[in-house]
């Protein structure tokens, strides 16, 4: 089993930035995509960014330029840094971890942590 503990989420005004913070602990040798989903009420979950165990990337088109998904291996974390942001950003987001790639449904996920973006 994987345990994922998410950071970082809060309240900020349209144009400023977060950066959110994943820790993965337990069985992290089977992890090798990790990445951020988001909910916003009334909407689907949806894929924000992967990233691989070697580093490859892959954004939604709504985030593309704006956020940067980053991971430390040695230290099994991942981070989600999140400029410009816009007050659709606003939502859940939700640490994954995949023992597959990003094509495939994520095997873990954290408890979500609260985003806010006012205008």
């Known amino acids: 089993q994987v345990q994922l503990v998410e950071s970082g989420g809060g309240l900020v005004q349209a144009g400023g930035s977060l950066r959110l913070s994943c820790a993965a602990s337990g069985s992290t040798f089977s992890i090798n995509t990790m990445g951020w989903h988001r909910q916003a009420p009334g909407k689907q979950r949806e894929l924000v960014a992967a990233?691989?165990?070697?580093?490859?990337?892959n954004y939604a088109d709504s985030v593309k330029g704006r956020f940067t998904i980053s991971r430390d291996n040695t230290r099994n974390i991942v981070y989600l840094q999140m400029n410009s942001l816009k007050p659709e950003d606003t939502a859940v987001y939700y640490c994954?971890?995949?023992?597959?790639?990003?094509?495939?449904?994520?095997?873990?996920w954290g408890q979500g942590t609260q985003v806010t973006v006012s205008t």
């Open positions: 994954n971890a995949y023992i597959g790639d990003w094509s495939t449904s994520p095997n873990y």
């Open positions: 990233i691989s165990s070697g580093g490859s990337t």
